[in-house]
T-cell receptor, first 117, second 110 residues
Framework: AQSVTQLGSHVSVSEGALVLLRCNYS??????LFWYVQYPNQGLQLLLK??????LVKGINGFEAEFKKSETSFHLTKPSAHMSDAAEYFCAVTPRGRGSTLGRLYFGRGTQLTVWP | ETGVTQSPTHLIKTRGQQVTLRCSSQ?????VSWYQQALGQGPQFIFQ???????GRGNFPPRFSGLQFPNYSSELNVNALELDDSALYLCASSSMGEQYFGPGTRLTVT
């Protein structure tokens, strides 16, 4: 079964500081990789995804993530945090290949990002 | 283009009751997936429907059942509600793999 680990359930940064949210997956074949954001009382919004090609992926709101196969990681970064970035962030994967339920997502437990003024 | 919508927004039920949650998929999307998000947890896959047929199921008991209609909208039914069923239920529609989530239905079981 797929497993997604997000290190740190809570991350706090000052406005303007670097944001780094960590995600590791556990499969021998690299899956499709996603980061979602969830604001209070809302559904999930896709920030970015990696399927193939360039390993540094740029998403919305200034976020980016780098796929590192050797480290089975897909960490999310943003150079300068903004107050509006405060939310919960979820890393998710979908296995590649036939037989997988179409686009079924396996989620990590989430990381709550707090941004201090 | 209309996004994914879910109804109701909030719901309070008593243990042992039955509940039906509804989801309207994004236009042109023939696949609907349902997820349960308990407080402080990541979403967990319940099941998926593709062209009105169940196409995969997560680790949920049979009292969780679903339906997809010809217009690709979907229902999630939960029988014999338990306290642990209290959660945010998310619906996601997709066409070519990428999933688009609705705002969710918050179910509270007392």
């Amino acid at each position: 079964a797929q497993s997604v680990t997000q290190l740190g359930s809570h991350v706090s940064v000052s406005e303007g500081a670097l944001v780094l949210l960590r995600c590791n997956y556990s499969s021998s074949v690299p899956p499709y990789l996603f980061w979602y954001v969830q604001y209070p009382n809302q559904g999930l919004q896709l920030l970015l995804k990696y399927t193939t090609g360039a390993t540094l992926v740029k998403g919305i709101n200034g976020f980016e993530a780098e796929f590192k196969k050797s480290e089975t990681s897909f960490h999310l970064t943003k150079p300068s945090a903004h107050m509006s970035d405060a939310a919960e962030y979820f890393c998710a994967v979908t296995p590649r290949g036939r037989g997988s339920t179409l686009g079924r997502l396996y989620f990590g437990r989430g990381t709550q990002l707090t941004v201090w003024p | 283009e209309t996004g994914v919508t879910q109804s109701p927004t909030h719901l309070i039920k008593t243990r042992g009751q039955q509940v039906t949650l509804r989801c309207s998929s994004q236009s042109g999307h023939n696949t609907v997936s349902w997820y349960q998000q308990a407080l402080g947890q990541g979403p967990q896959f319940i099941f998926q429907y593709y062209r009105e047929e169940e196409n995969g199921r997560g680790n949920f008991p049979p009292r969780f059942s679903g339906l997809q209609f010809p217009n690709y909208s979907s229902e999630l039914n939960v029988n014999a509600l338990e306290l642990d069923d209290s959660a945010l239920y998310l619906c996601a529609s997709s066409s070519m793999g990428e999933q688009y989530f609705g705002p969710g239905t918050r179910l509270t079981v007392t």
